[in-house]
């Protein structure tokens, strides 16, 4: 079973929709959370963090639920610049210290 | 302005022919690492290094290495590519962003092995 998993998609939506991924992961000592997003054939880019209160960045919103082991992400309003593949990433402060990946979640936002 | 840059960015090469792909970073960060990027399988780490003379497999170290004798340079090597190397690679690097760690990704380096 893979650390983190997420639904590959694709996602196609209409312009204005509200959209919302998920994403479980395995290992409950996992630290830190994050959601990264990458356009086609370009290097990932941190989108945001993943606060345990759960957080809110302009039209999108993050949560994290340590019980279940799932993080969420909803955008609402989606812009047809939301198109990207979204990127579900755990942190490890301890041993090798790094991001584990998931597959990505491919949004398209149609006009 | 603080990136991160590789090279070269596109690469089509022999099997066999040995092979080095840059990294450089200009943010003074001690952590780097290397990742390869495939279809359905994500990123994967490669190695990484925790400091100048530190370094450390990854998830999937086999037919790679690497060196890092300057803080801002982490260069991967393939010494005999193989066309199951052929994939996109990202060089990254870790620093703290108010406060909370933040990894920068590199362009990205498309490797083709035939």
């Known amino acids: 079973r893979k650390e983190v998993e997420q639904d590959p998609g694709p996602f196609n939506v209409p312009e204005g929709a509200t959209v919302a991924f998920n994403c479980t992961y395995s290992?409950?000592?996992?630290?830190?959370f994050f959601w990264y997003r990458q356009d086609c054939r370009k290097e990932p880019k941190l989108l945001m963090s993943?606060?345990?209160s759960g957080n809110e960045d302009g039209r999108f919103t993050a949560q994290l639920n340590r019980a279940s082991q799932y993080i969420s992400l909803l955008i609402r309003d989606s812009k047809l610049s939301d198109s990207a593949t979204y990127l579900c990433v755990i942190y490890h402060s301890t041993g090798a210290q790094k991001l584990v990946f998931g597959q990505g979640t491919r949004l398209t936002i149609n006009p | 302005e603080a990136q991160v840059t590789q090279n070269p960015r596109y690469l089509i090469t022999v099997t066999g022919k040995k092979l080095t792909v840059t990294c450089s970073q200009n943010?003074?960060?001690?952590?780097m690492s290397w990742y390869r990027q495939d279809p359905g399988l994500g990123l994967r780490q490669i190695y990484y290094?925790?400091?100048?003379?530190?370094?450390d497999k990854g998830d999937v170290p086999e037919g790679y290495k690497v060196s890092r004798k300057e803080k801002r340079n982490f260069p991967l090597i393939l010494e005999s590519p193989s066309p199951n190397q052929t994939s996109l690679y990202f060089c990254?690097?870790?620093?703290?962003?108010?406060?909370?760690?933040?990894?920068?990704f590199g362009p990205g380096t498309r490797l083709t092995v035939t």
């Open positions: 993943v606060y345990s």
């Open positions: 290094s925790m400091n100048v003379e530190v370094t």
């Open positions: 290992n409950s000592a996992s630290q830190s």
């Open positions: 990254a690097s870790k620093g703290i962003l108010q406060g909370y760690y933040e990894q920068y």
């Open positions: 943010m003074n960060h001690e952590y």
